[in-house]
């Protein structure tokens, strides 16, 4: 798995610029099995928005996908869902999408994490800009990361019109916003619109439910954007109850992206109580440590009813947010390359490239046995988590 890696993890980038929390997590810190299977389930559809991956062709061959042994198997929260419409924003061309699922009434708008070099340059941008108030916010000094609110601009007017849409053809009952990385940023900014008191870019179901879920995502602005965030959740929540809103942030072990932009800089992450996934267990982190990014945890990999579990992917990572993502993209690019829906043999051809992908790995496992371990007592292992 970690051999093949050829995307960036941002290990490094933690190591060199955060140092861990004084905040030990434990036990008492573990979110519900039903809150980490919601999270999970949600970001299967963050992860195809990827900029590598084409939406429609997704949806196209849906079920093709979702078969054992194609690259979807085990994305089966994407089933049933109908892809309203993908888009590409006119800044950097990044990618996004809205779908729905008709079985629960939930409208799903996706972002895509940074796919091409141009975003990336725009990552890179992390000088202020101010960002612009409605009538009757009195707020001052509202600043977002120059970048991200160019890239978000860029997608805005699409990603609206799409929403738009889909909210005067269907019964929707829920509105979920996601992204992994830079789209959870896109995220943010996009439900920061949703949630503006007057001059709102749509017009709402009334009471319809809003949930913001970001995975790995940077700091997007100033303090004074956090107290927007915060005051438009709050006039939201009054008007349609507390029940209306949910915010969900996730933050992984050995992830240094959400470390970025720095705090130095005057930055700050929106979520009052975020997640730290490590080692296949989430927990809360407590509101005072809501800045930290980098955790130990004791003791580690231990389950809720106090039974030790396998520790999925122990080296963790910005790709690793439950599901390797990196190999999800590098089997979508095979299914592209071998003709995806438009050749006859299709299938077995990208059978067979998955096939020769796992023995290559298996192989290579085989020989590191003996320094691997699942339940984190490799020295490896213990190097990484320190």
């Known amino acids: 798995m970690y051999a093949s890696e050829k995307e960036e993890n941002f290990r490094w980038l933690l190591k060199l610029t955060t140092k861990k929390s004084n905040y030990v997590l434990s036990e008492k810190d573990l979110a519900s099995q039903d809150l980490q299977k919601e999270l999970s389930e949600i ?29 979807l198997h085990g994305y089966a929260f994407l089933e049933g869902s109908e892809l309203v419409q993908a888009f590409k924003g006119t800044a950097a061309q990044l990618q996004g999408y809205v ?3 008709p079985q629960t009434g939930q409208l799903i708008v996706a972002f895509s994490g940074t ?16 960002y612009p108030l409605t009538d009757g916010e009195a707020l001052s000094g509202v600043s977002v990361h120059s970048g991200f609110w160019s890239m978000y601009n860029g997608v805005k007017s699409a990603a609206f019109h799409a929403m738009d849409e889909a909210i005067r053809q269907r019964d929707v009952s829920e509105i979920i916003v996601t992204g992994h990385s830079l789209g959870g940023v896109m995220t943010q900014l996009c439900v920061l619109d949703l949630l503006k008191p007057s001059q709102q870019v749509i017009r709402l179901p009334f009471g319809v439910r809003i949930k913001c879920i970001t995975f790995g995502a940077p700091r997007a602005g100033n303090d004074a954007l956090v107290s927007c965030w915060k005051s438009r959740v709050e006039a939201y929540r009054k008007v349609h109850g507390n029940a209306a809103f949910t915010e969900w942030s996730v933050k992984a072990f050995n992830d240094g992206v959400p470390s970025m932009p720095s705090m130095m800089l005057g930055y700050r992450h929106f979520a009052d109580n975020p997640f730290f996934l490590f080692r296949g267990r989430l927990y809360q982190i407590p509101p005072s440590e809501k800045e930290a990014v980098n955790f130990g945890v004791d003791p580690p990999a231990v389950a809720q009813e106090g039974s030790v579990v396998p520790a999925e992917f122990p080296l963790g990572g910005h790709n690793y947010y439950g599901r390797d993502m990196e190999k999800l993209q590098r089997q979508m690019k095979w299914a592209s390359e071998v003709g995806l829906g438009s050749s006859e043999n299709w299938r077995d051809a990208l059978q067979q490239k998955i096939k020769e992908d796992d023995d290559r790995w298996k192989a290579k496992h085989t020989k590191r046995s003996s320094s691997f371990s699942l339940f984190g007592s490799s020295s490896k292992e213990k190097e990484a988590a320190a």
């Open 43 to 71: 970001g299967q559809f963050a992860e195809v928005a990827h900029g590598s991956m084409d939406p429609e062709l997704v949806w196209a061959h849906l079920s093709d996908l979702l078969d054992d042994g194609f690259p």
């Open 99 to 101: 779908a729905f699922r």
């Open 115 to 130: 796919s091409n070099r141009m975003q990336a340059f725009n990552d890179t941008k992390a000088w202020k800009v101010s």
